[in-house]
């Protein structure tokens, strides 16, 4: 059984910045491609990035416009989420995901093309 554990979350100052973390265990995290997604309480979880195995292919939501980079490191068996100019409406819970099979760009967006899920970690951003 795979389990997902996001770490890195806190309280940030507008402008600031924060890296997620998420480890895998119970299975290689190369094996999976990986996604973050967020969650404002009362919404729908709304996805934020994605990264493929090879650590090279990677998708964002279009609110990130490229203030997030997501990486991953295999060796370590971590993938992370690198947030630069943060806002208040970033505040949020973030949740680390594992899929498997195929990644298709088209869909990596949809929770349901993730089969693993993190408990999540609590982002949050002061004016």
């Known amino acids: 059984q795979v389990q997902l554990e996001e770490s890195g979350g806190g309280l940030v100052q507008a402008g600031g910045s924060l890296r997620l973390s998420c480890a895998a265990s119970?299975?290689?995290?190369?094996?999976?491609?990986a996604g973050w997604f967020r969650q404002i309480l009362g919404k729908d979880r709304e996805f934020v990035a994605a990264i493929g195995r090879n650590g090279v292919t990677t998708n964002y939501g279009d609110f990130v416009q490229g203030r997030f980079t997501i990486s991953r490191d295999s060796a370590k068996n971590l993938v992370y989420l690198e947030m630069n100019n943060l806002t208040p409406e970033d505040t949020a819970i973030y949740y680390c995901?594992?899929?498997?099979?195929?990644?298709?760009?088209?869909?990596?967006?949809?929770?349901?093309?993730?089969?693993?899920w993190g408990p999540g970690t609590q982002v949050t951003v002061s004016s």
């Open positions: 995901a594992g899929g498997t099979g195929t990644m298709y760009i088209g869909d990596i967006w949809k929770p349901s093309r993730y089969s693993y």
């Open positions: 119970g299975r290689s995290f190369s094996t999976l491609y």
